[in-house]
């Protein structure tokens, strides 16, 4: 069946625009994390979605990111005003449910660059 | 806060020798699961492990974890070009949704 899948795969924007990142998680999975990834770096924890709430905002870096899940499906990233920062690979996974005894699928990820 | 301290960064093998991670929890964990990244990709399930003191294996990968589920192991036998990444472990808990990432080990096949 069809993975996990984001969109752009790359995206390169300038300082002080605005990015929207999407992922479209696989079908029946009710949680959705999303994960920032620096070069060579382990994995950022950013937010947890359970259906469309988001019970942990807390590992957003700063207000200018936001995330909405809508439908108790697709996931978007929003990074307002982007800062050189903010380069980075964004991952997005979905579990069968939010409980951490399931395992995590994941997008191929997408490449922001801000120049 | 709940932390998995993973060791070591980085190893370099020569091609059929052998390879081991190890990472430790502060915390009891109620799994433990593996995850291997390619370079340039995105991080694959391996494995899980549940119950204390669990031996699994894959082919040439046995993954162990410890009687005290706070420590676990992948040990990689005889390593191909293959197993070139980055090899994540991640403990999970029983009263949290978020799985708590160690830092990866690269594994790096010298030449």
């Known amino acids: 069946g069809a993975g996990v899948s984001q969109s752009p795969s790359n995206k390169v924007t300038e300082k002080g625009k605005d990015v929207e990142l999407r992922c479209d998680p696989i079908?029946?999975?009710?949680?959705l994390y999303w994960y920032r990834q620096s070069l060579g770096q382990g994995l950022e924890f950013l937010i947890y979605?359970?259906?469309?709430?988001?019970?942990?905002k807390s590992g957003l870096p700063s207000d200018r990111f936001s995330a909405e899940r809508t439908g108790g499906s697709v996931s978007t990233l929003t990074i307002q005003r982007t800062q050189q920062e903010d380069s980075a690979v964004y991952l997005c996974?979905?579990?069968?449910?939010?409980?951490?005894?399931?395992?995590?699928?994941f997008g191929p990820g997408t490449r922001l660059t801000v120049t | 806060g709940q932390q998995v301290m993973q060791i070591p960064q980085y190893q370099h093998v020569q091609e059929g020798e052998d390879f081991t991670t190890y990472c430790n929890s502060s915390t009891t964990l109620s799994n433990i699961q593996w995850y291997k990244q390619r370079p340039g990709g995105h991080p694959v399930f391996l494995i899980q492990?549940?119950?204390s003191g669990e031996v699994k294996k894959q082919k040439r990968l046995t993954f162990q974890f410890g009687e005290a589920k706070k420590n676990s192991s992948l040990h990689i036998t005889a390593t191909q070009t293959t197993d070139v990444g980055t090899y994540f472990c991640a403990g999970g808990m029983d009263s949290n949704y978020q799985l708590i990432w160690g830092a990866g080990t690269k594994l790096i096949i010298k030449p």
């Open positions: 079908s029946g999975h009710t949680a």
């Open positions: 996974a979905s579990s069968l449910d939010g409980q951490g005894n399931y395992e995590q699928y």
């Open positions: 492990l549940v119950k």
């Open positions: 979605f359970q259906g469309n709430s988001a019970p942990d």
